[in-house]
């Protein structure tokens, strides 16, 4: 089933659920008709939460109007897209990445509120809020990550943790890792990102990453050992740990 409802003045929300049919195909194509009729573009939230699948009469339906889809599309400034499912993530930022001017903010089914405030232009980036500082004291940094690390949210990173340095004099960081939801590649393309997390190994003594995915934790201990501040890894739920560590 797809419903198609109205939720501010500049945009809609798509909510997909159930098994996707040829009927639901062509309610979703003359919404996509009467917007291009209309001349409105504005921002969509699609919500692939509750989506159980979908029929090849259904599929075959949207590629016989891909020409009036695609001029919806491009006339859309945000695209936000929710799901649970890692593959369906994964093609949405592939046919971003292959349709120049369209580009999706995509979104894991827990950071359904991030992607609605976006899409609702309450938030001005796509990410924002996934890295938050926390007050462990004077002496230690600690940042938490809840979310993924776009481009503009990594950059963010790097000015908030300098930001703390600077205003405690500490030289010991901890980042803490809630929920990781991955980052874009071009983040790692900034200049912005490289120079301060060059800038970053000329002022700490040591470090500690608590949680994230096992390779997360194995890159930072590897690259720990060819780095001047010291590096060490700690599971989810070791924040005490690694409090100790950087004060030891």
Same mark, same amino acid.
């Given at each position: ?142 940042? $938490? +990550?809840? %979310? #993924? &690390? @776009? !481009? ?9 943790? /300098?930001?703390?340095? =600077? ?31 060059? $800038? +970053?190994? %000329? #002022? &700490? @003594? !040591? ?9 997360? /934790?194995?890159?930072? =201990? ?27």
């Amino acid at each position: 089933m797809i419903d198609i409802e109205r939720i501010g003045p500049r945009a809609h929300q798509m909510l997909v659920y159930g098994q996707i049919t040829p009927d639901d195909t062509a309610k979703f194509v003359a919404f996509a008709q009467a917007q291009n009729e209309a001349g409105e573009g504005g921002n969509i939230l699609i919500d692939m939460v509750s989506m159980a699948g979908f029929s090849w009469s259904a599929v075959a339906e949207e590629l016989a109007h891909i020409p009036a889809l695609m001029q919806w599309l491009y006339r859309l400034d945000r695209i936000a897209l929710v799901s649970d499912e890692e593959w369906i993530r994964t093609m949405a930022r592939l046919e971003s990445a292959l349709l120049p001017g369209v580009v999706y903010a995509v979104y894991d089914a827990d950071e359904a509120g991030a992607a609605r405030a976006w899409v609702l232009e309450e938030s001005e980036r796509a990410h924002a809020g996934a890295v938050s500082a926390r007050d462990e004291g004077a002496d230690v940094v600690v940042i $938490e +990550l809840t %979310g #993924r &690390l @776009d !481009r503009a949210e990594s950059e963010n990173a790097l000015d908030l943790v /300098r930001a703390r340095l =600077d205003i405690t004099g500490a030289r010991r960081l901890m980042v803490v890792v809630r929920k990781w939801h991955g980052f874009d590649p071009d983040a790692a393309l900034s200049t912005h990102v490289m120079q301060g997390k060059l $800038e +970053l190994l %000329g #002022r &700490l @003594d !040591r470090y500690a990453l608590v949680g994230g995915p096992g390779w997360l /934790r194995q890159m930072a =201990d590897s690259f720990g050992a060819l780095v001047k501040p010291q590096v060490r890894s700690f599971d989810a739920g070791e924040e005490t740990a690694a409090l100790a560590w950087l004060r030891g």
